[in-house]
């Protein structure tokens, strides 16, 4: 049974790029959940979607979005990249919407901006 | 502010011993609370729950405890191992189903 997957491992990339992460969820998992973390921090959430839909959002601004495709495997894509995006973005997946079922993650995305 | 926090960024307990992690929260309205577990390179990866309704749960080695009075949250493992050494983590969960990690504990075994 695969769990989480996430691609690439690693990326770099310029201020003012933009960039697409990967995600494809645990077998049998239909809601993706994104996160960011800065180094020695704790996650923060960016955004849930289930149907293929954002259904919720934290506190990211627009230049950050995501879609999820119908086999429930999501994209983040992150647009006029700042130097302040560098982090390790995390996608869990679950069975169910909403934060109280247990949240499956990935081993995250290193992500440099330079 | 509406954050979780954690009284000691790092811990360092002696193999065989039990660990105690600690971390307050702000918010009365959550009702929900999970404790993880990141290893280096790795994802977090959930260590056990409760609900605001409780105020221990138990599971293998670990015991979490709720104390509602004063916003504060443990994680105690028995018997630590060398396998526990991770960060640890608290995270809230708002009634509105938002989600808040705290910063981290890092625990370290002594041989």
């Known amino acids: 049974d695969a769990g989480v997957t996430q691609s690439p491992t690693h990326l770099i990339k310029t201020r003012g790029q933009q960039v697409t992460l990967r995600c494809s969820p645990k077998?049998?998992?239909?809601?993706v959940s994104w996160y960011q973390q800065a180094l020695g921090q704790g996650p923060q959430f960016i955004f849930q979607y289930y149907e293929e839909e954002e259904r919720q959002r934290g506190n990211f601004p627009d230049r950050f979005s995501g879609h999820q495709f119908p086999n429930y495997s999501s994209e983040l894509n992150v647009n006029a990249l700042l130097l302040g995006d560098s982090a390790l973005y995390l996608c869990?997946?679950?069975?169910?919407?909403?934060?109280?079922?247990?949240?499956?993650f990935g081993p995250g995305t290193r992500l440099t901006v330079t | 502010g509406e954050s979780v926090g954690l009284h000691l960024p790092t811990l360092s307990v002696q193999e065989g011993d039990n660990s105690i992690i600690n971390c307050a929260y702000s918010?009365?309205?959550?009702?929900?609370f999970i404790w993880y577990k990141q290893e280096s390179g790795k994802g977090p990866q959930f260590i056990i729950d409760?609900?605001?309704?409780?105020d221990k749960r138990q599971g293998q080695r670990v015991t979490v405890l709720l104390n509602k009075t004063v916003k504060h949250l443990s994680l105690q493992i028995a018997a630590t191992q060398p396998g526990d050494s991770a960060v640890y983590f608290c995270a809230e969960i708002y009634r509105d189903d938002k989600i808040i990690f705290g910063k981290g504990t890092r625990l370290h075994i002594l041989p």
């Open positions: 869990a997946s679950s069975l169910g919407q909403g934060m109280t079922y247990e949240q499956y």
């Open positions: 918010n009365s309205a959550s009702d929900y």
């Open positions: 077998s049998g998992h239909d809601t």
């Open positions: 409760i609900r605001s309704n409780m």
